[in-house]
T-cell receptor
Framework: AQSVTQLGSHVSVSEGALVLLRCNYS??????LFWYVQYPNQGLQLLLK??????LVKGINGFEAEFKKSETSFHLTKPSAHMSDAAEYFC????????????FGSGTQLTVLP | EAGVAQSPRYKIIEKRQSVAFWCNPI?????LYWYQQILGQGPKLLIQ????????DSQLPKDRFSAERLKGVDSTLKIQPAKLEDSAVYLC?????????????FGEGSWLTVV
């Protein structure tokens, strides 16, 4: 069984400030981890993913995330927020079974203040 | 490359009516998913197909929801009769182990309001 907890349903940052969105997971097998972004009235777009190898992964739009097995975490960061980053962000986990299903967290709404 | 296509984008129906959503996955993607996203929540898997067979429909409310993928390409999700709590975004997604590895690609969603 797998689950994802996203701490903070709403996060506000000033433009140019560090963005930190928290994600903790639970998985009975080594996980694959994902961050998706959802802009208003749109579907989900993949930001980045961790499967194997390097634990620090870089994604689109300047975002990155680090897989920390000991902390069961996969927090999303961006050094400098931009107004266009305002959106909802979802962390998701899957196992490497053939089913390849995603289990999502409840999401974090990011607001960027001018 | 064309993405996952869904229609209609928006639908408003009265409770107890029926509705159908259509999805065309990325070309060559054998795996197709339907997710339900209720406002303020993360998406929840309803059903997963591998080609035209069902892999997992354990969270599909089978008394009112049905889905098919007859030719292993596009898929239809039907709700009959609809309830107020079915108001949500219905997201179709697809993947291919050979073509996309472990990445699942999502469509823009079909937004359902039941009044």
């Amino acid at each position: 069984a797998q689950s994802v907890t996203q701490l903070g349903s709403h996060v506000s940052v000033s433009e140019g400030a560090l963005v930190l969105l928290r994600c903790n997971y639970s998985s009975s097998v080594p996980p694959y981890l994902f961050w998706y972004v959802q802009y208003p009235n749109q579907g989900l777009q993949l930001l980045l993913k961790y499967t194997t190898g390097a634990t620090l992964v870089k994604g689109i739009n300047g975002f990155e995330a680090e897989f920390k097995k000991s902390e069961t975490s996969f927090h999303l960061t961006k050094p400098s927020a931009h107004m266009s980053d305002a959106a909802e962000y979802f962390c998701a986990v899957s196992g490497y079974s053939s089913a390849r299903q995603l289990t999502f967290g409840s999401g974090t709404q990011l607001t960027v203040l001018p | 490359e064309a993405g996952v296509a869904q229609s209609p984008r928006y639908k408003i129906i009265e409770k107890r009516q029926s509705v159908a959503f259509w999805c065309n996955p990325i070309s060559g993607h054998a795996t197709l998913y339907w997710y339900q996203q209720i406002l303020g929540q993360g998406p929840k898997l309803l059903i997963q197909f591998q080609n035209n067979g069902v892999v997992d429909d354990s969270q599909l409310p089978k008394d009112r929801f049905s889905a098919e993928r007859l030719k292993g390409v596009d898929s239809t999700l039907k709700i009959q009769p609809a309830k107020l709590e079915d108001s949500a975004v219905y997201l179709c997604a697809s993947s291919s182990l050979q073509l996309s590895g472990n990445t699942i690609y999502f469509g823009e969603g079909s937004w359902l309001t039941v009044v």
